[in-house]
Structures are given as structure tokens and as C-alpha cells.
């Protein structure tokens, strides 16, 4: 299963902001419009991955704090946030990131 991945074939998008949300990899230009189509993926309850600069701190706390607070499930959430947002050595390609949403069987959240 795809946990975590530095994608080396998009490293050579220094500087990029936004992110690519879904299996069609959609490109979002900005990071306050990545958050809010994140967000409206997660009213659905749909799983998906993002991949993000993994230089850009700021939108993977606010995507992972999104998670948590939607009840979203991203596997080794503590050691990306310690990885990605507080170890600033590890910040170099693309990460990509699976959100899983939690359903009970009672089909809720």
C-alpha cells in the first residue's frame, strides 16, 4: 500500500505551490484552494492522495490538520509532521500523502 512516496520524477518543480489532489493527480495552483478542494472531497467522504511540495510546510500541517479534524486517517501522520513540517533536512522532492476516511458501519464518520 502507497503510504508515503518522494516522487523524483517531480523534484524538478522548485518552488511549486498548490498541490495535485486525486488519482488524476488534478493540479491545484494555490495553497488556499488546495485546502478548500481537500475539504470539499472530505464532506463526501472520499479517499484520496495529494502530493505536495515537501518544502511546503504551511499547507502539509493545514492539510493534515484538516485530516484530523474530519476524521481522515493518514497513515504515519506523526512522523510526516515531525519529517516534513519539523525536521526541515527532509524537505527536498514531492510527497505524496493518502487521505483514508473513516466509516463506521453504521456509514458514519
Known amino acids: 500500500a502507497l503510504?508515503?512516496?518522494?516522487?523524483?520524477?517531480?523534484?524538478?518543480?522548485?518552488?511549486?505551490?498548490?498541490?495535485?489532489?486525486?488519482?488524476?493527480?488534478?493540479?491545484?495552483?494555490r495553497n488556499d484552494d488546495c485546502e478548500k478542494d481537500a475539504k470539499q472531497m472530505m464532506q463526501y467522504c472520499v479517499s484520496f492522495p495529494v502530493r505536495v511540495d515537501s518544502r511546503n510546510a504551511h499547507i502539509i500541517g493545514r492539510l493534515l490538520k484538516l485530516a484530523k479534524d474530519n476524521g481522515y486517517q493518514v497513515p504515519d501522520a506523526d512522523k510526516l509532521e515531525m519529517k516534513y513540517i519539523t525536521q526541515s533536512a527532509f524537505r527536498r522532492g514531492i510527497l505524496e500523502v493518502q487521505f483514508e476516511c473513516n466509516v463506521d458501519k453504521e456509514g458514519k464518520k
Do not use: I, Y
Not at 8 to 22: F, M, N, V
Open 3 to 29: 503510504v508515503v512516496a518522494t516522487v523524483a520524477a517531480l523534484a524538478g518543480r522548485s518552488g511549486w505551490s498548490g498541490c495535485q489532489l486525486g488519482p488524476s493527480h488534478k493540479d491545484v495552483v
